[in-house]
């Protein structure tokens, strides 16, 4: 478990927090957001290669703001590997070995196995491809058993074809070993497929904690609903009957009054030819501004009244409806498909 209370932290004319943030023990806790956001600086703070202007830092329950890195029982594994050219496999695995007192046991074979580096112990990194240069880091961090490993985006620099061997080992390896692992990523793939909890950062500050599904899928903020890719946010003023966006009266189930925002997730909107008889509480016309290619589906932009609401449908539905510039169509979605914040 990691649990940081209030702390500030001015680095290079930037300034982290004030921000307080709890990782759960056992946890597989992905720490997202923008570049230039903190997420590195937040991570150095924590491994102790940076100290707090102010507030406390708790690793598996002891304070550690004050201790030195190699005290704080942390392992950290660069993006970049940070491994030592002129040394072995089995040398780079060894090196933190010498910072423990001599009556600390642990064991080589062990993560050796799990990582699957019996063939490599004789090599120099220069010999390594990516994902061994990874797995020889992974073993130099969990050697020293440390309570909390804390991984800095360790699969930006991957090809894509090691990805997600690695990204299975991290998940395969944080079970096996129930330690508590921190890694910082703008990946939404590697988050959705390997965490379990998570928070983002924007500016230093933290903008939404929780479970990964609870932050993907119901974002507490427009930045939050921007950042993980949510179309469609609006201001909005919201009354008893619905929020009004730009004459717009759209229902929803919340029961916010006043100011605030929503959200319609593209893939919740349904886009049709001909008005049809569904149990979607919003219905509108408009006439479509742009169809754009977005992966596997396609983006509809449909203006409603000088609203622009965003749609997703595939390949086939698009061919089907000869969905192209210039046609009218009806849109539908749920009450239940708006977010409200």
Request: charged share 25%; with cysteine.
């Amino acid at each position: 478990m990691i649990r940081l209370r209030d702390i500030k932290v001015s680095f290079k004319g930037f300034q982290l927090g004030s921000l307080n943030l709890e990782v759960p023990e056992g946890a597989f806790f992905m720490l997202m957001g923008p570049t230039g956001s903190g997420k590195t600086l937040l991570l150095e703070t924590v491994a102790g290669l940076v100290k707090p202007d102010m507030g406390t830092i708790e690793v598996a329950g002891t304070d550690v703001t004050e201790k030195l890195p190699g005290r704080r029982s942390v392992g950290i594994v660069y993006q970049d590997t940070a491994l030592f050219p002129h040394l072995s496999v089995k040398q780079n695995i060894m090196y933190g070995i010498r910072y423990l007192p001599e009556d600390s046991e642990y064991n080589f074979d062990r993560f050796v196995d799990i990582l699957d580096l019996q063939p490599l112990l004789d090599r120099l990194p220069g010999k390594l491809s990516g994902g061994e240069k990874q797995r020889t880091a992974l073993a130099r961090a969990l050697i020293t058993d440390p309570d909390v490993i804390l991984l800095d985006e360790p699969l930006s620099s991957l090809d894509q074809m090691f990805k997600g061997e690695i990204r299975s080992e991290l998940r395969r390896l944080q079970r096996e070993s129930s330690k508590t692992f921190l890694m910082t990523t703008h990946d939404f793939t590697d988050a959705l497929s390997m965490g379990t909890h998570g928070a983002v950062i924007n500016a230093g500050k933290i903008e939404q904690e929780g479970e990964i599904d609870e932050i993907f899928y119901n974002p507490k903020t427009p930045f939050m609903a921007s950042f993980v890719g949510m179309k469609n946010v609006f201001p909005a003023e919201f009354k008893e009957d619905g929020a009004v966006v730009k004459k717009l009266l759209i229902r929803h189930t919340s029961d916010k009054r006043g100011h605030g925002f929503l959200a319609i997730p593209p893939e919740s909107i349904v886009v049709s030819r001909e008005t049809t008889i569904t149990s979607e509480r919003n219905h509108f016309t408009g006439t479509i501004t742009s169809v754009e290619r977005a992966g596997p589906v396609f983006s509809i932009s449909v203006d409603c009244g000088n609203l622009i609401i965003v749609s997703s449908v595939t390949r086939s539905a698009l061919s089907q409806l000869d969905l192209t510039e210039g046609r009218d169509v009806y849109i539908s979605f749920k009450a239940s498909a708006v977010h409200v914040f």
